[in-house]
């Protein structure tokens, strides 16, 4: 006699919505969007909707296929243990159904009611993100976050296209700035969640050069990143009020940079340096690009 296995729970939309990493979606949206009215031009409400709408589902696409690639080594993290897959609630083939589905639909979409050159920029964004850092660079090489944080650039660089139909220096600054932002921001995090990435066996930098290396990479790389975060207000790109707020929520981020650069001690605290730094990372990034939205439309 044998005895029935029982049968997994059908996934519901919450499990589904989870695939989509909600939050990082949030400020890939908000960048885009903010991309998207600092072009020179004005977009149809209509069709400015319909950008923001792909670029929010190629996002969610990207998430979903990241998580079906991982599995794994979500379940041996303790912070990534609950989501679905290694959580129980759904199949990996329904992963990788629910996101192929939703990028094509979002590439297509973006090519039929957009415009051409926003739908490839958002096809490659989700093939960079699925094939050369999730399954290519971050399993191999603690650089994984360096070269894949060009996937969590292109968002103001598609949405600038949406609008215009092309792509000149200021979009370009701004993929600069995202992409040079990326490493000091997870590294930041990857130094008080090094346990999770090393029994994942996931090679961040940390894990494989230490704390010390990973501290001096962070300071290292805020320097070209707040090149690129100010340089739109001296080379005519972007007014004064952009000016302002770059030059000083920067000058405090390279502050934060600093002190988790210099920081020795191993010992626990509620909010250490790196925490702050991570935490003050995200709101940067809305800030900034808030600023330069502002800055077009005050000044123009």
Known sequence: MSIATPLMAPADWRDFLALTKPRVMTLVVFTALCGMLAAPVPIHPVIGFTAILCIALAAGAAGALNQWYEA???????????????GGRMERQ???????????????????????????????????????????????????IVIGGAAGAFPPLIGWAAATGDVTLMPVLLFMLIFLWTPPHFWALALFVE??????????????????????????????????????????????????????TTAYFGWLAYRVAVRRTGAEDKMTPEKRLFKFSILYLF??????????????
């Open 94 to 144: 329904a992963a990788l159904h629910f996101g192929v589905g939703l990028g094509s639909f979002a590439v297509i979409l973006m090519g039929l009611a957009v415009n051409v050159l926003s739908a490839v920029i958002l096809a490659i964004s989700i093939l960079f993100y699925v094939l050369v850092y999730t399954v290519w660079l971050k399993p191999r090489t603690p650089q994984n």
């Open 287 to 300: 800030v900034v690009f808030a600023a330069l939205v502002v800055d077009r439309w005050v000044l123009a």
């Open 195 to 248: 346990t999770d990435y090393a029994n994942a066996g996931v090679p961040m930098l940390p894990v494989v050069a230490g704390e010390v290396v990973t501290r001096q990479h962070i300071g290292i790389y805020t320097i070209p990143m707040a090149i690129a975060a100010v340089a739109p207000w001296p080379l005519g790109l972007a007014g004064v009020i952009y000016g302002i707020v770059s030059v000083a």
């Open 72 to 86: 794994d080594i979500d379940a041996a993290m303790r912070r990534t243990a609950k989501r679905p897959l290694p």
